[in-house]
């Protein structure tokens, strides 16, 4: 449906001509997103610098029932941020940090803030925003708020929503919901912040946010472990669990074929083993205190590992002996995705179960998955410690990316399938957008649905915040 002309001229004056374009150029990439499954399209970008330019934009908006779909860094995987036509509200203006407490452990951002910036202005006033992911140099706050983003510490810090204390949001009808309280009790009502946390944009735009800091590490010890299974995996998780308990900060998995992947396909990426191991475990340890502190990390590390290997859970490991070999083995995790399109097209799956459950998953899912397409070729990597893994597929050596991709609906089913058997979620991280909403009415409970349909329709009555995402 196209935008009266009418509409487009009051945007324009409520945000001025910096606030917006319709530039074809300049348009092009918030119509596209990074897996290139769809292309949107839309009237014009506007770029707000301010929450009340926000809030006079969705008035504006809501008046006419014209679509508003929120973008932030545009990383997202499952096209969210894609918008089918009205306009695209991008919050890359929005970027102040309103606000550093370190004594209350509070930074306040706003939403355009880009996450690695937010990590920055925590570090230098000496404190921890836990929140990291691969895309972190152009991913938004409000973005990873609007996706309730998981990354690589959730073990330890939890998901973004465990992140933030209060919210402002632009609702739906143009009204300012001043909700940016920093406080760590606060029983007056609903908690509404949950509502905006993870609604990919659909209930209202978020524009600043009270992120909750944390002591900084002054230590860390990275290791990872060769492994005879995945059994043995999460043998190691549960001893390094209760030996390091709040120390361990990451717990990451991948299979043979994933550093086969990464250092035949991503350069400068090494085997820090001598000989092929079927899985390995990179594990993040974080401690405090001075040298007494730093050498009682690395003997913890040490004795987690020495245990494991004489139980057969580990078959060799390395410590990273310098930041440089830190950062190497997280180098190895991160390449796998990037290596992953030279084996072709594929199909991806970011499933959690019961961290108990992962060894079963992964063998009912391959064993499901190699019998339905012959010599297809399982990536399966992740956050083990969430219990949430990256099974990819990459279509069989030499087969035809089109067929392979064509059977995506029944291979969708055989894996989901197993994730509901137990007890499991489709979508662990990476929300539903427009990619996963046939699986939400498929596999969450009809209540459930039925239940959101009803929050959204009582917030956005005219369906014009993000529709067609979701639900
Ligand atoms: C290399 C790479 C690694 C990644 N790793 C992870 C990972 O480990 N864990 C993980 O969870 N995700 C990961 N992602 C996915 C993605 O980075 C996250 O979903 C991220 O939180 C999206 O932030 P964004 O600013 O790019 O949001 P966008 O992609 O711009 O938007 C995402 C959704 O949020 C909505 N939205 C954006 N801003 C707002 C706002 N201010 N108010 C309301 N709605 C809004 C959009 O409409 C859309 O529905 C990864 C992506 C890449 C490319």
């Known amino acids: 449906m196209s935008v009266p002309e009418q509409v487009l001229d009051d945007i324009r004056a409520a945000v001025g001509p910096k606030g917006w374009t319709a530039d074809p150029d300049a348009v092009a990439p918030h119509l596209a997103e990074r897996r290139g499954l769809w292309r949107g399209e839309c009237a014009m970008v506007v770029n707000p610098a301010t929450t009340d330019e926000v809030a006079r934009v969705v008035g504006i908006c809501n008046q006419a029932g014209v679509a508003v779909v929120p973008q932030g860094g545009n990383t997202g995987l499952v096209g969210g941020g894609v918008p089918q036509g009205g306009v695209v509200l991008s919050m890359k203006r929005l970027n102040r940090v309103r606000d550093v407490d370190p004594v209350n452990f509070t930074l306040t951002a706003e939403a355009g803030c880009v996450l690695a910036d937010v990590q920055r202005a925590a570090d230098a006033a000496e ?106 995996a999460l043998k190691l998780f549960e001893r390094a669990q209760n030996e390091a308990a709040d120390g361990l900060t990451a717990f990451e998995f991948l299979s043979r074929r994933c550093m086969e992947i990464a250092t035949a396909h991503v350069p400068g990426v090494a085997d820090p083993f001598k000989s092929p191991h079927p899985y390995y475990a990179l594990m993040e340890l974080s401690g405090f205190g ?164 009803t929050l959204k329709n009582a917030l956005d009555p005219k369906n014009i915040m993000n529709p067609g995402k979701v639900l």
Not at 157 to 169: F, P, T
Not at 207 to 219: D, E, G, S
Request: one cysteine or more; hydrophobic letters at 45%; charged letters at 20%.
């Open 127 to 232: 404190r921890l925003f836990p929140l990291s992911l691969g895309a972190e140099g152009s991913c938004q706050i409000g973005g990873n708020l609007s996706t309730n983003a998981g990354g690589v510490q959730v073990l330890r810090y939890g998901n973004a929503r465990e992140l933030v204390l209060g919210l402002e949001v632009v609702l739906p009808d143009g009204r300012v919901w001043d909700g940016l309280r920093g406080l760590r009790k606060d029983n007056t009502g609903y908690h509404l912040k949950h509502l905006f946390i993870g609604a990919e944009g659909t209930l209202g735009v978020i524009t600043a946010a009270v992120l909750k800091l944390f002591p900084r590490p002054t230590w860390r010890e990275t290791a990872m472990a060769a492994l005879p299974s995945a059994e043995a």
């Open 290 to 453: 001075g040298a007494d502190g730093r050498r009682q990390l690395r003997r913890t590390a040490e004795a987690i590992l020495a245990a494991a290997l004489d139980q057969g859970a580990v078959e060799d490991a390395v410590i990273a002996e310098s930041a440089a070999q830190a950062k190497a083995l997280w180098r190895i995790r991160e390449a796998v995705p990037e290596g992953q399109p030279a084996l072709g097209a594929s199909i991806k799956h970011d499933v959690a179960v019961p961290v108990s459950m992962v060894p079963e998953f992964l063998a009912r899912a391959s064993a499901a998955v190699e019998s339905a397409i012959t010599g297809v070729r399982v990536v399966a990597f992740g956050h083990l410690g969430d219990g949430n893994l990256h099974f990819n597929l990459s279509q069989p050596a030499g087969a035809d990316e089109k067929a392979f991709m064509a059977e995506r609906e029944r291979i969708n089913r055989l894996v989901h399938d197993i994730v509901a058997g137990m007890n499991g979620s489709f979508s662990a991280e990476h929300g539903i957008g427009l990619l996963k909403r046939d699986e939400l009415t498929r596999y969450k409970p009809a209540a459930e649905v039925a239940l959101m349909r």
